[in-house]
């Protein structure tokens, strides 16, 4: 099997598990399994099934992978702060390079009707700002604040992940699989929060397909600025700050103040001191890591996965046929693609 050693061992690191831990589960030596995952040695299917069934997947999914157009991500797109701790980022860019495969065995047996696309642009012919109002543009949005990022993020074919990192210091990763986008946002942020997470991977799905740069985050947040907050409406609203407006933009754009801060700023309507005395007022009222208003602002729910597993289901697809065609095991009791009572077209 191609790849599968590759797999075998992001598998692995997205169960949290050590190689020692592994191989007790699936009753191999160690050795044995270093092997594996270093395409030393192939598994025979008793191994295979016993390996599969400790990750939490199906032997198909192993099987499937060298069918993944480029293999498996090595990096992920990932909003993430410094000091963030490596295991745990790892932990989760494997996580998100399995639901790439899970994606992908999903893809194969259904096709997404979406209403738009995500376009990949060359940022040699166009700013991550000209990048945002095309993609504003191409999907026909309403001028001003964006209502429902999630939704139209899956409208245009995305597939949007929420899930508890176990951390504040991790937002989000994305990463492309074949013509299909995965989106990983983390529950624990709130509402503000998110929605910049998901603009920023939006970004990055838009802008970094392809070629990179050392400006990558960057870039990011100069599209996700402008996509959520574009210069012409936001610009004449910011030209006096204060707390009092900050409330007042915050609740009218969906993004966090101290975003609304940085948008100001890059924008060049206030100076470095105000920008530090804005600062120093959020920290005096405790707001620098619990912002107020934010449990205001509409909740950015994904439903997409949901979606899909419903109309799977509807077509006559069994339970376990659906956890059969995503690539998990029977007895992981939650996953993205389980049914809930919600419809989506399928071709």
């Known amino acids: 099997m191609r790849d599968f050693g590759e797999v075998l061992s992001t598998a692995r690191r997205a169960s949290g598990l050590t190689q020692e831990e592994l191989a ?30 400790a990750l939490g997947v199906t032997a198909d999914l192993f099987r ?20 963030a701790k490596p295991t745990v980022w790892r932990q989760l860019e494997a996580q998100l390079n399995m639901y790439r495969l899970h994606a992908r065995l999903v893809c194969e047996e259904v096709s997404i009707r979406a209403e738009q696309s995500i376009p990949r642009l060359d940022l040699f012919e166009t700013t991550p700002e000209a990048a945002a109002r095309i993609v504003r543009m191409q999907w026909r949005m309403p001028v001003g604040p964006v209502r429902g990022l999630v939704r139209w993020m899956e409208a245009a074919g995305c597939i949007i992940i929420e899930e508890d990192f176990g951390t504040a210091r991790v937002d989000g990763l994305s ?3 074949d013509d299909y986008p995965v989106v990983m946002i983390n529950m624990r942020a709130p509402t503000d929060r998110k929605r910049l ?22 870039e990011a947040n100069r599209f996700a600025g402008e996509f959520l907050m574009p210069t012409e409406m936001v610009r004449p609203q ?19 103040m101290q975003a609304l801060i940085e948008r100001a700023n890059h924008l060049n309507l206030i100076t470095a001191s105000q920008r530090t005395n804005l600062y120093k007022s959020l920290s005096a009222k405790g707001w620098r890591t619990s912002e107020p208003l934010s449990d205001e602002l509409l909740p950015e729910v994904p439903s997409l996965t949901r979606a899909i597993g419903d109309a799977m289901a509807s077509k006559g697809f069994s339970a376990a046929e659906i956890d059969r065609i995503a690539g998990f095991d029977p ?12 419809r989506l077209q399928l071709v």
């Open 24 to 53: 007790e589960l699936a009753e191999v030596t160690q050795a044995t399994l270093s092997r594996y995952e270093n395409d030393q040695r192939a598994p025979d299917d008793d191994v295979l099934e016993r390996l599969a069934r």
């Open 175 to 177: 990463q492309w699989i």
């Open 331 to 342: 007895a992981v009791t939650d996953h993205p693609f389980r049914p809930q009572r919600t």
């Open 238 to 256: 910011m030209r006096t700050l204060n707390l009092g407006r900050l409330h007042d933009l915050k609740r009218e754009w969906g993004t966090s």
């Open 197 to 218: 997470t998901l603009a920023h991977e939006l970004g990055h799905l838009v802008l970094h397909s392809e070629d990179v740069s050392a400006e990558i985050e960057d």
């Open 64 to 83: 499937a992978a060298g069918r993944v157009h480029g293999g498996l991500a090595v990096d992920a797109h990932m909003r993430r702060r410094q000091s």
